[in-house]
């Protein structure tokens, strides 16, 4: 296989990687829509979004005026995998499932960095304001046969900097849209090039331009040595102030991920420290 038809081959398997995903409330009423991506972590499978999609607060200006409404619920949606005979799956259609964010004591079952904004409003109601990733992984059991086409493996994950200028791309569904449309998850492919990794912020890295709303929680991914690899996720955009008294130039609006090897080491996960994808 050449190198560009091996491109185009990862590019493919890459569409089933994304997944579609929705907030919901207590009564299962549609809060939010977003995207989200599958890792098998060491210590098992888990989806991974940001924090802000599971708190519904903004994670740069974390002080909402009212009680944010509590999203109780995450539906995440996939491209089903079938088998037909022996040695043979159909990929296409709808996986879907449902995956509760708190327990029975009320605790939040997602995994966050545990270094903390001091957010008292917050606390009181149960929400932990992580200090510099806008990251968060949650446990969920996904049948071997649609894993084994949708998640990443920690081998997948690009564990280097890479310099500014290089293009990258970012992988969902804008305002919850599918490209197949509903009944066959097929996210977007938007392409931008790294704006600067020198951040005041070291879980931020900043890209030429930001996505849409639906596709916070999205895996960017880069292309590198003949091979796709996760390299981040996209957690949203920034409006850089102008000179002061004017108004910002949204023409100037900068999209912002982190990078996975920075995000699960700063969340501590289990094997974060394993060798992944260096070349």
Request: glycine share 10%.
């Amino acid at each position: 296989m050449t190198d560009s038809a091996s491109a185009e081959f990862q590019n493919f398997n890459l569409s089933f990687k994304a997944v579609r995903l929705e907030t919901l409330d207590e009564r299962k009423t549609i809060l939010g829509r977003a995207t989200g991506f599958l890792v098998r972590d060491a210590d098992g499978l888990f989806l991974y979004s940001c924090w802000h999609v599971v708190t519904g607060v903004d994670f740069f200006r974390p002080y909402p005026k009212e009680r944010p409404t509590a999203r109780r619920f995450m539906k995440l949606y996939c491209q089903d995998v079938v088998s037909t005979g022996p040695g043979i799956q159909s990929i296409g259609g709808t996986h879907s499932i449902e995956v509760g964010l708190y327990d029975g004591s009320g605790n939040p079952k997602w995994h966050q960095e545990p270094n903390d904004l001091e957010q008292p409003d917050l606390l009181a109601i149960g929400i932990r304001v992580p200090k510099f990733v806008d990251m968060v992984r949650i446990p969920v059991a996904v049948s071997d046969q649609v894993a084994s086409n949708v998640e990443f493996k920690t081998s997948e994950i690009l564990s280097m900097w890479l310099l500014a200028g290089r293009d990258v791309m970012i992988v969902g569904y804008p305002y919850g849209y599918s490209a197949m449309g509903p009944d066959t998850p097929s996210p977007i492919f938007l392409k931008r090039s790294v704006a600067s990794v020198m951040t005041e912020n070291a879980g931020r890295t900043l890209l030429d331009g930001v996505a849409a709303p639906g596709m916070s929680g999205a895996p960017v991914v880069a292309y590198r040595d003949g091979r796709w690899w996760l390299w981040g996720m996209y957690t949203g955009g920034i409006f850089p102030n102008g000179p002061e008294g004017q108004e910002t130039d949204r023409r100037a609006a900068l999209g912002t991920m982190v990078q996975i090897h920075v995000g699960r080491s700063f969340m501590q996960v289990p094997g974060v420290f394993d060798r992944q994808g260096t070349s």
